[in-house]
């Protein structure tokens, strides 16, 4: 490693001891990143001992992708020696890998999604290609839920406190996968459009249990609801026919707790008669799964199959029991 007789590098020098151009060198020098130590009689640069090795910390930088005012942050914080006493550039130099990394996730996502995309116009018979087409083109990439979630805010209670709404639409609305086959991308923009059109939800095809519980007890009938349906996931995953039992309480009581009245046989054969009139969307649950169900895996229960799980034990139940009146608390 040679220097002038000084110990200061010229920028020829220090470009070829670093192996990048002179033009590389006098970029990042006039912005402020590679501060030169002095001038030779001539105007030209001159550059310190330790000039290489922030250069050398630059192109390091700079091939992670971080833009420049973050190379200046990192710069700034003089210590990156992770054995000085003071060092202090972990909170600059995580902040921005940590930055750059969530950045590169949602481009790979994006590259993922347009892979499955791809993928699935190529494998579609000539016959399909067209709507397919039409389906994947409405969707962001990477895809948002903002249409189910705006979908299912327009199917709850109205004035159903904020934290119900919520705790449903997590279980609800199912999120994108992050490398999607050609199956689960066609499923999730179906859903998309599904979503997207007039809210079939509103005003009177909602189901009856909305007008019946009223905004306080529709908190409480979707609580419980959410317990019964998890409890019937279990069975369902162990592939149970529909019988009673825990999750069949716990689904009846979801709607005696919202409704203030008794759980009995008169009671849940009036239930099995109303659940059976209302509106359905079997089609929504049906594309759910298919988001949700991981390649060559088995579907995963949704609150749709959980809820017909329900209905079918109970109609099973209640069969040949008398119809009455619920009884008041």
Request: net charge neutral; with cysteine.
């Amino acid at each position: 490693m040679s220097m002038s007789y000084d110990g200061l590098w010229s920028i020829g020098e220090l470009a070829e001891q670093a192996g990048v151009t002179v033009k590389t060198v006098r970029f990042y020098s006039d912005r402020g990143l590679l501060p030169e130590t002095s001038r030779s009689a001539g105007g030209h640069r001159r550059y310190g001992p330790d000039a290489l090795d922030r250069l050398r910390l630059i192109r390091a930088l700079r091939a992670l992708d971080l833009p420049l005012p973050q190379v200046r942050r990192i710069l700034d914080q003089e210590h990156l020696d992770p054995a000085h006493e003071d060092n202090d550039g972990g909170s600059a130099l995580e902040g921005a890998v940590a930055e750059r990394l969530r950045a590169l996730g949602s481009q790979l996502a994006a590259l993922r999604w347009r892979e499955a995309a791809l993928r699935l116009v190529q494998e579609s018979p000539p016959g399909l290609r067209a709507e397919r087409l039409r389906l994947i083109g409405a969707l962001a990439v990477p895809p948002s839920t903002a249409a189910m979630a705006r979908f299912w805010r327009a199917w709850l209670p109205a004035r159903m406190p904020a934290r119900a709404v919520a705790a449903f639409l997590d279980v609800a609305v199912p999120p994108p996968p992050d490398d999607p086959t050609p199956e689960q991308t066609l499923a999730f923009a179906r859903l998309h459009a599904l979503t997207s059109g007039p809210c079939t939800g509103a005003g009177p095809t909602q189901p009856a249990a909305h007008r019946a519980a009223g905004a306080a007890g529709s908190a409480v009938l979707y609580a419980g609801l959410a317990e019964a349906y998890e409890l019937a996931g279990v069975q369902l995953r162990r592939g149970r026919p529909p019988h009673p039992g825990e999750a069949l309480d716990g689904f009846v009581a979801a709607y005696t707790d919202a409704y203030g009245t008794r759980d009995t046989p008169a009671f849940r054969r009036l239930l099995v008669g109303q659940l059976a009139a209302d509106p359905r969307i079997d089609r929504y649950w049906e594309l759910t799964a298919v988001v949700l169900t991981p390649p060559g895996g088995q579907p995963p229960p949704t609150p749709g199959s959980a809820h017909d799980w329900l209905l079918a034990a109970l109609t099973t139940q209640t069969a040949g029991t008398p119809p009455g009146p619920p009884t008041p608390r």
